[in-house]
């Protein structure tokens, strides 16, 4: 990854409870570092987790058939949870992996399968807040 691909266009740096604090960057793409970031990475660890499925098949192969597409389903599922859990995406994601009978012909020809997909929202920040009050002073 190219780490101009990272560069801050719009950033602030304050110092903020004793500490130097760096808001509101953004990538080239205008997104927020941490939207660009998440999604990099949610990208990589998907990666990572689908050939981890393919090379664990110890002198076996990933069946094609609703067995084996079960499979790349729950680790995609998995991958998606953890994201869940670090709160880049919401819990509502959907994923759809249709079964064996409804790939295309030619993709269980070729022993591909590119019929999954998944749906998710990114959870977001608040990059500042307010809060408002009121002290009063009790005299009686």
């Known amino acids: 990854v190219s780490q101009s691909r990272y560069v801050d266009l719009f950033p602030s740096h304050d110092r903020i409870g004793g ?3 760096f808001r509101n960057g953004r990538a080239f793409s205008g997104l927020p ?5 998440g999604r990099d990475n949610l990208v990589d660890d998907l990666a990572v987790a689908l050939t981890t499925v393919h090379l664990n098949q110890q ?6 058939n609703n067995e084996g597409i079960s499979v ?3 680790t995609t599922r998995t991958i998606l949870n953890q994201y869940v859990d670090r709160n ?3 819990e509502n994601f ?7 009978n409804k790939v295309p012909v030619v993709d269980r020809e070729a022993r591909v399968y590119r019929s999954g997909s998944f749906k998710a929202e990114i959870t977001g920040a608040i990059e500042s807040s307010t809060v408002n009050g009121k002290l009063v ?3 009686g």
């Open 137 to 139: 002073i009790s005299l």
């Open 94 to 100: 959907q994923i759809d992996f249709p079964p064996y």
């Open 59 to 64: 002198g076996t192969k990933l069946p094609y």
């Open 19 to 21: 500490g130097g604090v």
């Open 72 to 74: 790349l389903e729950n």
């Open 88 to 90: 880049f995406i919401n």
């Open 33 to 37: 570092i941490d939207v660009t970031h």
